[in-house]
C-alpha cells in the first residue's frame, strides 16, 4: 500500500470523504491491482472506524474498482480485457452520438469554450508540468463541452455515469508521454469537424479516438498479466 491521505471535506458525511479518498487511491494507483482492502488497516491508516471503510468498499465494488473473493475478502479489481471492451463499446456509440447531436446544437459560446479546452489540454502537454491526473481532468473537460453541447439531459447523465468506469483506463492511457502528440492531434481534429459540423469527419475521428485508447490500454493489460504470469 503506498501512501496516501484523507483529506476532510466539511459539507460530506465522513462515508463519502472515506469513499472519495479510496476511489483515487485505486485510480491514481496508490493502491494496486489485486490489492487486498483490509479493513482494520485502512481504518487505522485514515483514523476512522471500520463503518465507514466497509460502506465504502461496497460502493468501490458497485462501481467494478474492487472485488469480493472468497475467503480473502475485498480487493483492488484488475483492469481486463472484458471490462475494457465492454466499456469501449458503450463509450464508442454514445459518444459518436453526442458528437452528432453537438453538430447540429452547439452555440458560438460553446464553440469557443470548446477552443478554450483544447488550448488548455496542448499547453498542459507542451508545459510538461502536469501529472496524468491533471491531464485526466482536462481530457475529461474537453469531451465535457461537447456532450454539453448535446443538449440531451439523458445523454448527458448517462455520459457522466460512464466518465466515471472510464476514468481508470483514461488513467492508464495518459501515463505514457508516448501517446500525448497522437492525442494532441486527434482533439484539434475533433475540435475542427465540431466547429465546421461535419459529423462524418467527427464520426471518423471519434472513432480512431477510442480505438487508439483501446489498443494502448490493452497493450498494458497484456503485459501486467505476462509479467504475472513469470513472477508465479
Known amino acids: 500500500m503506498q ?20 476511489r483515487s487511491a485505486i485510480l491514481t494507483g496508490k493502491l494496486e491491482p489485486g490489492e487486498r482492502l483490509m479493513e482494520i488497516a485502512l481504518a487505522n491508516k485514515l483514523g476512522v472506524s471500520r463503518t ?49 447531436l453537438a453538430c447540429d446544437r452547439i452555440s458560438d459560446e460553446e464553440i469557443e469554450e470548446l477552443k478554450i479546452r483544447n488550448a488548455a489540454f496542448i499547453e498542459a502537454i507542451e508545459k510538461g508540468k502536469a501529472d496524468f491526473s491533471e491531464l485526466a481532468e482536462l481530457d475529461v473537460a474537453f469531451h465535457d463541452v461537447i456532450f454539453n453541447a448535446s443538449k440531451n439531459t439523458r445523454l448527458m447523465q448517462i455520459l457522466s455515469n460512464l466518465r466515471e468506469q472510464m476514468y481508470r483506463y483514461r488513467l492508464e492511457y495518459l501515463k505514457n508521454p508516448e501517446y500525448y502528440g497522437m492525442l494532441v492531434k486527434e482533439h484539434a481534429l475533433i475540435t475542427e469537424a465540431v466547429i465546421n459540423r461535419d459529423k462524418d469527419a467527427v464520426k471518423q475521428v471519434m472513432d480512431r479516438h477510442i480505438m487508439h485508447q483501446r489498443d494502448a490500454v490493452l497493450t498494458l493489460i497484456r503485459r501486467q498479466e505476462e509479467e504475472r504470469n513469470r513472477k508465479q
Do not use: H
Open 52 to 100: 465507514p471503510i466497509r460502506e465504502a468498499i461496497r460502493k468501490l465494488e458497485l462501481e467494478g474498482l474492487v472485488i469480493m473473493t472468497p475467503r480473502k475478502g475485498a480487493e483492488v479489481a484488475r483492469i481486463t480485457e472484458k471490462d475494457l471492451q465492454d466499456v469501449l463499446e458503450v463509450r464508442e456509440s454514445l459518444e459518436n452520438l453526442a458528437t452528432e
Open 3 to 22: 501512501d496516501f491521505e484523507m483529506k476532510i471535506n466539511e459539507y460530506l458525511p465522513l462515508r463519502d470523504v472515506v469513499f472519495n479518498t479510496l
